[in-house]
């Protein structure tokens, strides 16, 4: 009898992530398969759980809510910053920022409006608040 996936096993999936539109924001096709171990947090929580009990050559679609995701959006992640942070770069709308914190930490986000001497900067996930649909394919178990 195959092997079922669960907690403590290395796991290698084939996936395609996408919106519920079909917009696909991640996939590892023509590349290798992402191996991972199951239960231990190294993907997004959805997708961990939705491996569990699958065996090799087992192929599955799940819907990931945000809260097994990358969380709700929280517009307190978004906040101005003063544009002269940016020295000779000129910040635009989309543009990916690295803000450190004054205990050193770095956050990254995004540049999501300009406002004369400050711009908006949103650090949250660019995945927060969506849900997501994942096809998935597990390849192996180790």
Do not use: W
Request: glycine share 12%; proline share 6%; no cysteine.
């Amino acid at each position: 009898m195959p092997e079922e996936a669960k907690d403590g096993d290395t796991i290698a999936v084939k996936y395609t992530g996408k919106l519920p539109d079909g917009t696909v924001f991640d996939s590892n096709e023509g590349a290798d398969p992402l191996k991972f171990t199951v239960g231990q947090g190294e993907v997004i929580k959805g997708f961990d759980e939705a491996v569990k009990g699958l065996e090799p050559g087992t192929k599955t679609t799940v819907e990931v809510t945000p809260d097994e995701a990358y969380g709700a959006r929280d517009e307190e992640l978004v906040i101005p910053v003063k544009t002269e942070i940016f020295g000779e770069t000129e910040p635009q709308p989309g543009m990916e920022v690295a803000l450190r914190g004054r205990d050193g930490m770095v956050f990254n986000g995004r540049v999501t409006e300009l406002n004369g001497d400050t711009v908006k900067v949103d650090l949250n996930h660019p995945l927060a608040g969506q849900t997501l649909v994942f096809d998935i394919e597990v390849v192996g178990i180790e």
